[in-house]
């Protein structure tokens, strides 16, 4: 069989910070003499094993949540463990370095303050970038009124504040237990829009997966997508009042670290010079955050016509969507078969379906979104 001319027909729907495709129910069934439609061409077909890592921990079969009590269980140890090391419990500054590679490569610095509600502070500074953004009583003031975000400053950003998901009732739910480095952690692998209800065996391409220390209660590592770790290493933590923060963290895409994060201090915010969190010197850009959890798309297509056959091939990518709507910073993080890997970039490239500041109402802040992008493809009989 060959991927060569693959045409691709997608259907997708963006949904708040998540996208996902409309698929017919599993169970639905047509007359004999109609074709399948696509969805149930592409849910007949087996998924490919979700590809190697040493942070890939759910090597075994993960189980669906079947009850409440379960998903009671489930549940608790993520928020136990966002509670944890929640740093926004208290007045804080918190100061982050980091060394980035590939997109953004070199050495940055991070720091969040926030003296009290309704007020916070950010400011970076890294290879030429250096912003600073101030929200007060949720108007948010810059020094960079386009609102553009590097990929890895994002990256960073989202693994100190933005890594936990919505669990609400339509949240899929399974839970394994794996090993890393040697202790034994509770996995949880979460998705949202796909029937993976009674799904068996690893982690599927469409799940995010958690991994805690059931003893300590802390997040030990965190992958948004097939291909994306982050390690979170407590063993010079800082203690701030009840609270652990990490003494640093790594990020790694496709087996190659592209993120080494450490944090400087936590401390109290009561000494902090007021009039930094004065709005004198800085252009007020909107109303809302700069920045928010990141997106999910997934895209199915296939080749040709007839019906497709054989297994499944998933690519996933990572990247920056501007406030223009314009996506950059392109970067795989994992395929199921490389030859792929071009056309999956050139899909999420000609990708139409991204809103742009021109859409937003009138005052919002401009955004930019990390986002996942999945494709799915399905071979045609040669």
């Not at 290879?127 to 386009?146: E, F, G, R």
């Not at 030859?339 to 970039?345: D, E, G, H, K």
Request: proline letters at 8%.
């Amino acid at each position: 069989m060959s991927f060569r001319g693959i045409r691709l027909v997608v259907a997708a729907s963006l949904i708040g910070p998540a996208a996902i495709l409309a698929q017919a129910p599993s169970g639905a069934s047509s007359a004999p003499s109609q074709p399948r439609t696509r969805a149930a061409i592409f849910e007949s077909l087996a998924q490919p094993p979700v590809p190697a890592d040493p942070l890939e921990l759910v090597l075994g079969d993960a189980q669906s949540v079947q009850n409440a009590e379960q998903r009671a269980a489930a549940v608790h140890l993520l928020t136990s463990a966002r509670a944890l090391s929640n740093v926004r419990a208290y007045p804080y500054d918190l100061k982050t370095t980091f060394v980035a590679s590939g997109s953004s490569a070199g050495s940055w610095t991070l720091e969040d303050s926030s003296p009290a509600r309704e007020v916070y502070r950010w400011a970076a500074q890294g290879p030429s970038y250096s912003a600073v953004n101030l929200h007060t009583n949720q108007l948010v003031y810059s020094n960079q009124p386009a609102g553009a975000m590097p990929l890895r400053l994002a990256q960073v950003r989202t693994a100190i504040f933005f890594v936990y998901p919505a669990t609400g009732p339509y949240a899929n739910l399974r839970t394994a237990i794996a090993s890393l480095n040697g202790v034994e952690v509770s996995c949880i692998l979460v998705s949202h829009g796909s029937p993976s209800k009674s799904a068996a065996g690893g982690r599927r391409w469409e799940e995010s997966e958690y991994c805690i220390d059931p003893k300590s209660g802390l997040l030990m590592s965190y992958s948004p997508a097939p291909g994306m770790y982050v390690a979170y290493d407590y063993a010079n933590a800082i203690h701030f009042h009840d609270k652990v923060i990490p003494g640093k963290f790594t990020i790694t895409q496709a087996g190659q670290t592209v993120v080494e994060a450490r944090t400087e201090s936590v401390t109290d915010a009561g000494k902090l010079d007021p009039a930094i969190f004065q709005p004198a010197g800085l252009e007020k850009v909107g109303a809302g955050p700069l920045m928010s959890p990141p997106w999910r798309v997934r895209t199915r297509g296939a080749s040709g016509s007839g019906n497709p056959s054989g297994a499944l091939q998933v690519v996933v990518l990572d990247g920056m969507v501007t406030a223009e709507g314009k996506l950059g910073e392109l970067e795989v993080l994992a395929s199921s078969n490389a030859a792929l890997n071009q056309t999956a970039q050139e899909e999420a490239a000609a990708w139409k379906n991204w809103q742009s500041q021109e859409d937003a109402q009138p005052g919002a802040t401009p955004q930019s979104h990390e986002v996942f992008f999945t494709v799915e493809f399905a071979q045609s009989e040669p």
